[in-house]
């Protein structure tokens, strides 16, 4: 079970790199349905990604240490799990950044959508509450060592 961040480029850049420092932490992904300036132009979203995952937000250019978490461009996984507010979480079986080109519209999907600005361990202790204990065992196992 993967924990996928349903997030949008709208959102305060502050509360995205928050986002990819406990979604690093759980093995997570932080998800976008589009990319902003459309999806003919990859430079803003480029931009958009070193922002968010730079360790030192400071820090310009190719040499930057960055955190360890994918960023992803679905509009189908937003699709199937019907994601139209943000942030939002699940919890995905399999590989969520599997090519939606690579996979079934029938693709498994999470159980349960937990929606809010909140921290990842309480949008997990949430998603536990609704019935999805062994779905996020793990991540909060993960985030609890570090």
Request: proline share 8%; with cysteine.
């Amino acid at each position: 079970w993967v924990p996928v961040l349903f997030a949008s480029s709208s959102m305060p850049i502050a509360t995205l790199r928050t986002y990819a420092g406990q979604l690093e932490k759980v093995g997570g992904v932080m998800a976008f349905r589009g990319m902003p300036a459309g999806l003919t132009r990859v430079g803003p979203m480029a931009k958009l990604s070193a922002e968010i995952l730079r360790l030192d937000p400071g820090c310009e250019g190719p040499a930057c240490a960055m955190r360890g978490v994918q960023l992803i461009v679905d509009p189908l996984v937003f699709r199937q799990h019907g994601v139209n507010a943000v942030p939002a979480l699940a919890m995905i079986p399999g590989d969520p950044t599997q090519p939606y080109c690579e996979r079934d519209e029938d693709s498994p999907h999470a159980a349960h959508i937990i929606y809010g600005d909140a921290a990842l361990s309480g949008m997990l202790e949430e998603y536990a509450r609704l019935g999805g204990k062994q779905e996020v065992q793990g991540a909060q196992t993960r985030l609890e060592k570090r």
